[in-house]
Structures are given as structure tokens and as C-alpha cells.
């Protein structure tokens, strides 16, 4: 818990214990033995007759979606998608819960089972090393065991089996080529072998529902199931408590597998053995703190995951397949929300709870810190698609495919207001946006530093490109020191200093304030000490629509699609207003539009064009950025930016005043300052409060 001392009209931002000093990760859960249920299923469903039961009660609409796309699957005579590598071929699991319901109803069921048998064959298309959905086929044969054949029991299970070595060689987890908190650990959303390494999901499928059935991979599947046992107690469940609930490769590659299949595994594990993985983690741990971070990375005018790291800006879908197994509240509101984002209905018939009573997100604060990803949420309002949101964070590299993004925001109100540089270029092909300039940070520029993964993205000045290196994992970047949040304002301060090369910066902090109230305003306070004084420091900012205004004193609209695929919620648009108040004499340039949207470091002689990319004009779009150059003497420069929103017919700003040292007057509303040097903090001063603002914090009771 947070010691915040008070001063009347005075509350000094306080500390919060970095990465290094939060608990260390837990011993082993309790070990021990486990047994796997005789019968089937055993997989993914918890009570056969109590789903029949809520079939034809609670979620009779869901069963009715279900049972429609099996019968049209039995008139067809096979299984659509099945040879699709990179869909899910849903209709395996529709047949599959289909054949359980109506049996457990007593009604004709046979024919989910047959259409399934004939798709299958000889078996071959189970063991395709080409191709198969090796995951959904033993979620399959899963559910429709019992009506199948002593000998089709063994025919298309020795097919599965043979799957339990691919890649490792071994039956057991080998984390050969990754790790827990990478994406193909643990397969990809269509279970298949694309993108797939240990294919954790699809063996333990297999390793469960294979066990006491005769086949020739009976003892592999027991190799397999002994391994899980052992090391995801041990190794997994302590790390994914570390990590928290923010996936490490953010919601774009956690939404092609992790998002999804990590759920499917932890319920598969419980459903036939009765162990609660779910339970075991803490309550930040991930999955279980993944429903908050879904909810908060939500922009409020399309309802689409942000573009942070690699996210995509696509709907919450990916988890809405996962939120069934979680039961918790949130989680059910993404479950029935994921009815108008999701073809499939299976995961709901297959997991819900019907007796836990959906929470909407608006039971949230309006700001969260998740400080295994050190990402910070901020928002004005839920449930109101006008509402102001932002993003800010810092933390360390879980994963490879991490970006190096640390200390970049993101602010949107009716639409993108600071975003990121525009497209959606792929860390293989396009190493522009894997660099430092496609996002809102300090540079210090070095002439003769050199970078990896260089090709066509030369010098930029940035942060170190870990992006695509090995381990060891975690990697320190930078971590959140600090975060306090009032219903009036919320904080948060960052240390980069690790993530730019030593050789060039002795401190790259960042300070990140939002001030909430009829008219809004974010605060942003740079510390930045260069190894050389020749080492010379910039400011980037990129913003959706063209600035207008001349010197520090910038304006434009927020762009209501600049994030999205047509679909805008939220009505009108609103303005921003920036005003540099340091450097002293800052030089400020506008860049962008056509043909200069991906612009090199205005240092670097041989990065002066445009950096043309395939996907280069893909949502986010995000054509123009300003650039803030430190023109003084010294190697130490202070950027210290107020940004204001405000309605879209708003023409004159908010008076603004810089203070002494590293202060700001806001109009008569507000008085901030930050400290110059030492430890990061400062104070806020509402001065249309006449009581102190009180602080509060995320996990008050749980000893973190």
C-alpha cells in the first residue's frame, strides 16, 4: 500500500516499488500427484447433463447457433474449414457438443458422430504434418469417444499420439526454442503447426484425453501429462504471476494464441483432473487479471484494442473465446458481448456458468496500473463512447517479439488524438516499425551508434532494438516508479534509462500526468542527460490530423477512424491544444502528410525519405508528427509539454504558464510541479478544491 504523506491543497505523487522490488516469484504450487477422470469428456466441459440442462434454459440461444451449423454440417457431409491450415474448423466442435446434448436428451444423435467419422477417414488428415487442426481433432474425438468404435477409438488416437513428439522429439515439455510467455509455447488460435513450437494446448488436449484409451502412445501421453504436472506448478504459474495480466507480446500476438488457448488449456487441465490453475495464480496473475486488461484496452470510440506494441486494433474477440473459462464477471460480460463480435457459440455451451451474473466494465476504476507489463490505463469515464482515454507505459521485455516502446502514450477522445506512427508494417519486413520513431519518445542522438536489425532503418536515436533477441527473459527497459490516481487526476513516472544505450544517456525519465475535469489536461515531463553534450535530444509526437499553429503553441482534431475499420461510436470530434513550455527556445517541426509520414531522424543524413512500407496506409492512421529539438548548450534538457482537450469548435486554449524549476499554471485551475533532479515526483495543487485529494490504491489488500 502506498504512504502518501498529505498537505492541505497539496498531494506529492508518491513512490511505487519497481519491477526489482515487487514479491519474487513463488515457490512451486503444490506438487503432487494427479488423476485424470475415467470417462469422457474430459475436456473443456465440467457436467454433460448440466450443460443439456442450460441448452434448453439459459443458453438455449447459444445451443440453438450450435446445433444449426451441426445439422448443416450433417446435410453437407463434412466439416467446413477442415482443410483450411488457418481457420478454425469450428463445425469438429459443434458436432462434437451436438452429439453430447441431445444424447443426454435422449434424442436421435448419431449423425454428429458419423458426418465427424467420415471426415476423419483413415485417419490421415488427424496426423497431416501439412496441416492439421491437431488441437480441435482431439477436442473432438474427446467429446464423440463413446461412440465410437473399440476400433476407431484406437485408429484415430494413435493418429492424434503421434503428434505428442512433434518438435520436442520428446513427450514433455522442453520449452525448446521459447518460453512460458511466448506466443508459440502454447499454439496458435487454429491449434495447428503454423507458429506452433511446443504446442503445449494441443498436447496436453491430446496427452488428456488419450490416457486409459489403449493406443500404442499410452505411455507418451503419460510422459507428457507428468511433465505438465511437474513444471507448469513449478515454473509457468510463478512467472505468469510476475507477468501479470497483460499478455507479454500484447494483444496482437497474444490474440493469434495466447489470449485464447492459454484458457482453453487451464480449463482442459481442470475439467479432467479437477486441478485449479486458475485458482493457484494470483490475482494479477495471467490469465486470471487478463479481463481487466482486455476492458482497459478498449478505446472508448470503437471498442477495438488499442495499437499498443504489436496490437492490431482488432475487437476484443480473442477473448471472448476465453472468457467462458474464467468465470468471473467480467469475464461474462466479454462472453456475452463476444455473441456480436464471434461466429462461434461452442465455448459458450461448452464453459458458461450461467449462475455468475455478468459486470460490465464500469465496475472498474478509472485508472489501473498493471505493473508486471508496467502499462498504465487512464480514462474519464466507462460506458460513454465520448470518453477520454490514454495509455502510458514502461516495463521490461517479456518476449521477442516485444517492441522496444518503452515510455510511449496514446491519447484518444472521439477519436485517435496521439497515436503512432500510421500502418501496420511487420517486425520480419519492415524494421522502420520496429524502431524507435514510429512512436511518442525522447531520442538522443549519437552519430555512430549502430543498431540491430538495421535494414532500411538507420540511426533514429532511440531506444536499443531487443525487438527479435534472444533471452534471457525478463529483460530490463524501464519500469512505472511511480503511480497514484484520485478522481482527479492520475500519475505516473517511468525510469527508460536502461532502455537507451549506456554509452549515450546517464537519465531518460518520463512523468506522465492527467488532469481530469470539464476541461481536460495531460501533463508530460521528460528528464533527459546525455554521456555528451554533442549528443543532441529530440521530442517526438505523432498526431492523426495536421497541426496547426505556429512555434510551441500547436492544435489539431482528433481523427474519429484514424484507429478502426469504419466503425466509429462515439459522435463529433474534439481539439487538442499543445504547448511546449521546455527547452527554453525549443525548435519545433511539423512533419508528414503524403510522402513524408515515416520520416528518418532529421539527425541522420542518410535516413532523409520516406520509409515506404507494405501495410504502410493501414489503420492506424497517423500521417503527421512534431518534432521538439533541444537548441541549448549542455547535455541535460527538460521537455516539459501540456496538452489540453477541448470541444471541436474551441478556437483559444487554456491560459498556460511556466513555473519556476519544472512547474506549470494551468489557467486558475491547476498548479503543477514536478522535481528537476532527484527522485521523480512533485505536486498537484487543484485549486478549486478546498480538501486534500485523496489517493487510492489498485491492490490494497494483497501484499503486493
Request: glycine residues 10%; hydrophobic residues 35%; aromatic residues 12%.
Amino acid at each position: 500500500m502506498f504512504h502518501v504523506m498529505r498537505t492541505p491543497g497539496l498531494i506529492p505523487f508518491c513512490l511505487l516499488a519497481t519491477l526489482s522490488s515487487l514479491p519474487a516469484p513463488l515457490g512451486a504450487w503444490a506438487q503432487g500427484g494427479y488423476t485424470v477422470k475415467p470417462g469422457h469428456p474430459r475436456l473443456l466441459v465440467e457436467d454433460v447433463a448440466a450443460m443439456a440442462r442450460n441448452c434448453v434454459g439459459p443458453l438455449a440461444e447459444d445451443y440453438r447457433v450450435v446445433k444449426e451449423r451441426a445439422d448443416a454440417a450433417v446435410r453437407r457431409g463434412g466439416i467446413q474449414y477442415v482443410s483450411n491450415a488457418w481457420s478454425i474448423p469450428e463445425d469438429l466442435m459443434n458436432c462434437g457438443l451436438t452429439y453430447l446434448v441431445e444424447r443426454e436428451l435422449g434424442h436421435d444423435c448419431r449423425q454428429y458422430v458419423d458426418v465427424v467419422v467420415k471426415q476423419w477417414g483413415d485417419g490421415s488428415i488427424i496426423s497431416n504434418r501439412e496441416g492439421s487442426h491437431f488441437g480441435y481433432h482431439a477436442l473432438a474425438y474427446d467429446w464423440i469417444y463413446d461412440a465410437l468404435t473399440p476400433e476407431q477409438r484406437v485408429q484415430y488416437g494413435d493418429a492424434l499420439g503421434s503428434w505428442l513428439r512433434f518438435f520436442t522429439d520428446k513427450p514433455e515439455i522442453q520449452l525448446k526454442w521459447g518460453h512460458w510467455e511466448y506466443n508459440q509455447t502454447w499454439g496458435p488460435i487454429h491449434l495447428n503447426i503454423m507458429n506452433c513450437r511446443d504446442a503445449l494446448t494441443q498436447k496436453l488436449f491430446i496427452a488428456l484425453t488419450l490416457t486409459g484409451t489403449g493406443t500404442r502412445y499410452e505411455s507418451d501421453a503419460r510422459s507428457f501429462l507428468d511433465s505438465w504436472n511437474e513444471r507448469v506448478p513449478a515454473e509457468c504459474l510463478p512467472k505468469f504471476d510476475l507477468m501479470g495480466g497483460v499478455w507479454s507480446e500484447s494483444y496482437g500476438h497474444g490474440a493469434y494464441g495466447p489470449v485464447t488457448v492459454i484458457p482453453y488449456a487451464f480449463q482442459a487441465w481442470r475439467t479432467a483432473t479437477g486441478i485449479d490453475y486458475f485458482a493457484a495464480l494470483k490475482p494479477w496473475g495471467y490469465p486470471v487479471e487478463s479481463p481487466r486488461w482486455v476492458a482497459c484496452t478498449m478505446m472508448p470510440h470503437n471498442e477495438r484494442t488499442a495499437w499498443i506494441d504489436d496490437g492490431d486494433g482488432s475487437k476484443p474477440s480473442a477473448f471472448a473465446r476465453a472468457a467462458p473459462m474464467l468465470h468471473d464477471g467480467l469475464s461474462q460480460w466479454f462472453s456475452e458481448r463476444g455473441r456480436e463480435w464471434l461466429r462461434e457459440r461452442w465455448q459458450r455451451v461448452a464453459c458458461t456458468d450461467p449462475a455468475i451474473r455478468p459486470e460490465a466494465p464500469d465496475t472498474l476504476p478509472l485508472a489501473y496500473l498493471f505493473p508486471g507489463a508496467g502499462h498504465v490505463y487512464m480514462r474519464s469515464a466507462w460506458d460513454d463512447p465520448n470518453a477520454t482515454w490514454a495509455f502510458f507505459g514502461c516495463g521490461p521485455q517479456f518476449a521477442g517479439h516485444s517492441r522496444d516502446d518503452e515510455g510511449h502514450f496514446l491519447i484518444c477522445k472521439q477519436g485517435a488524438l496521439v497515436s503512432r506512427q500510421g500502418g501496420q508494417g511487420h517486425n520480419d519486413s519492415d524494421y522502420y516499425a520496429g524502431g524507435s520513431l514510429i512512436f511518442n519518445l525522447v531520442t538522443v542522438f549519437d552519430p555512430k551508434e549502430k543498431y540491430r536489425r538495421d535494414r532500411g532503418n538507420e540511426n533514429d536515436g532511440g531506444l536499443l532494438r531487443h525487438v527479435y533477441e534472444g533471452g534471457p527473459f525478463p529483460r530490463e527497459r524501464g519500469h512505472i516508479v511511480a503511480f497514484e490516481t484520485t478522481p482527479e487526476y492520475t500519475y505516473a513516472a517511468a525510469d527508460i534509462t536502461a532502455g537507451y544505450s549506456a554509452d549515450k544517456v546517464r537519465e531518460v525519465t518520463r512523468q506522465f500526468l492527467y488532469l481530469r475535469g470539464a476541461r481536460e489536461y495531460f501533463v508530460v515531463f521528460d528528464r533527459v542527460e546525455a554521456t555528451r553534450p554533442e549528443f543532441r535530444r529530440h521530442f517526438f509526437l505523432h498526431v492523426p490530423d495536421e497541426p496547426r499553429g505556429v512555434g510551441n503553441r500547436l492544435s489539431w482534431l482528433s481523427q474519429p477512424d484514424a484507429d478502426g475499420q469504419g466503425e466509429v461510436l462515439s459522435t463529433g470530434r474534439s481539439r487538442m491544444f499543445l504547448s511546449t513550455l521546455l527547452p527554453k527556445d525549443a525548435e519545433v517541426v511539423r512533419r508528414g502528410g503524403e510522402g513524408e509520414e515515416a520520416w528518418g531522424h532529421p539527425l541522420e543524413p542518410t535516413a532523409q525519405y520516406n520509409h515506404t512500407a507494405e501495410g504502410r496506409n493501414r489503420p492506424p492512421r497517423c500521417p503527421w508528427r512534431i518534432e521538439v529539438a533541444d537548441p541549448n548548450p549542455g547535455a541535460r534538457t527538460r521537455f516539459l509539454h501540456v496538452f489540453e482537450i477541448s470541444g471541436e469548435t474551441e478556437q483559444t486554449p487554456t491560459e498556460v504558464r511556466l513555473l519556476p524549476a519544472a512547474g506549470v499554471q494551468i489557467g486558475d485551475l491547476w498548479r503543477v510541479r514536478f522535481n528537476d533532479d532527484g527522485a521523480l515526483g512533485g505536486t498537484v495543487n487543484q485549486q478549486a478544491l478546498a480538501t486534500t485529494v485523496h489517493t487510492e490504491t489498485q491492490y490494497p489488500d494483497d501484499g503486493r
